[in-house]
């Protein structure tokens, strides 16, 4: 697996080359420095570790600071590890990488944090129908999950019966998405279809071969 | 970079004809490529603008014509490459940016002042 870090920028659409429109997201991808390269003697695993994101110096812990100044670069917000970068690939500390590791036409994995959506109820947070009735009867309970379980047997709720509460917020990965277009002079990546979270927020963005 | 530069510049990098200045109000003619198996031809497309909608590559803009006895509204893409040429027909004075009071409206309520250039 190779990858990068990134940043979502926003969406857009191109036209492909019979019209057709395409929706797409503009990804911010590196260019990210290697952080540390670890190997099978020295860690017992092989994987580098990549940085990016700019961050000030006095937001930054003494050992992180010690550790950047190491590979010879400023602060970085995010660092994150890949296993079993590709061997053509190999980078060395200090390296810098950008988008030119990936081709255009090629799929990618897209990792991010999903949009906050605070506590919520069961139609939204899961699906449920709800009533779908406003009349016979029904008056406020149109989005109501309805019965949580049976009297006299059990006598009590279920574990991890789905009900209400904070929403959106998790780690989700988009699998197979195709990289419409990269623009190299401003290392960016406009990917097909959506990826998780707000503008701005970071992704980590991994290829399978 | 910021984010709406970085969008704004690959918005720059999407192709686009160039046409004519119109609003909301105008009369303008769509020519559309439509493609029926290998062949292709082009159909015409004559209204009066709606609205405007969006910005940059996405944005779109709505034309509604009277067909027969039917209002028939499309909403075309700018960027879109099956847009062969807009022509401004008329030049309409309204007073704001959409138009949609004009669904509302038939036969002569519905006529727009036309702005003298």
Not at chain 1, 159 to 187: F, P, S, Y
Not at chain 2, 29 to 36: C, D, L, M, P, R
Request: a positive charge.
């Amino acid at each position: 697996m190779s990858g990068l870090i990134g940043k979502k920028i926003g969406m857009t659409s191109v036209y492909d080359a019979s019209g057709k429109n395409i929706p797409c997201t503009v990804i911010e991808a590196g260019p990210c420095v290697v952080t540390q390269v670890k190997t099978k003697e020295t860690d017992g695993y092989e994987s580098i570790q990549i940085a990016f994101g700019e961050k000030k110096e006095k937001h930054t812990t003494n050992a992180l600071k010690g550790h950047f100044k190491k590979a010879g670069t400023t602060p970085k917000k995010i660092v994150y590890e890949f296993t079993r970068f590709e061997a053509d690939h190999q980078k060395q500390f200090g390296d810098i990488i950008g988008v030119d590791i990936f081709v255009e036409g090629e799929y990618i994995d897209v990792v991010g944090t999903t949009k906050g959506k605070g506590f919520q109820g069961v139609v939204k947070r899961h699906g449920f129908k709800g009533v779908g009735d406003a009349t016979h009867g029904q008056h406020d309970r149109l989005r109501a999950p309805g019965s949580v379980g049976a009297s006299s047997w059990p006598s009590r709720v279920f574990k991890g019966l789905r009900m209400a509460g904070r929403t959106g917020g998790n780690r989700r990965k988009m699998i197979n998405l195709q990289i419409v277009k990269i623009v190299m002079e401003k290392n960016l990546l406009v990917v097909k279809g959506s990826v998780p979270g707000p503008k701005g927020s970071y992704l980590i963005i991994e290829r399978w071969s | 970079m910021s984010k709406p530069e970085l969008m704004q510049y690959v918005e720059s990098l999407v192709e686009r004809k160039e046409f004519p200045s119109f609003k909301a109000g105008d009369t303008i003619t769509v020519s559309y490529k439509i493609k029926e198996g290998n062949k292709e031809r082009i159909q015409q497309f004559q209204g009066v603008v709606l609205q405007r909608s969006g910005s940059g590559s996405t944005e779109t803009f709505t034309v509604r014509k009277i067909s027969g006895n039917t209002g028939v509204e499309r909403i075309f893409p700018i960027a879109s490459p099956f847009i062969d040429a807009i022509e401004v027909n008329k030049h309409g004075v309204v007073r704001r940016a959409r138009i949609f009071y004009l669904r509302g409206l038939r036969g002569k309520k519905a006529r727009i002042k036309e702005k003298r250039m």
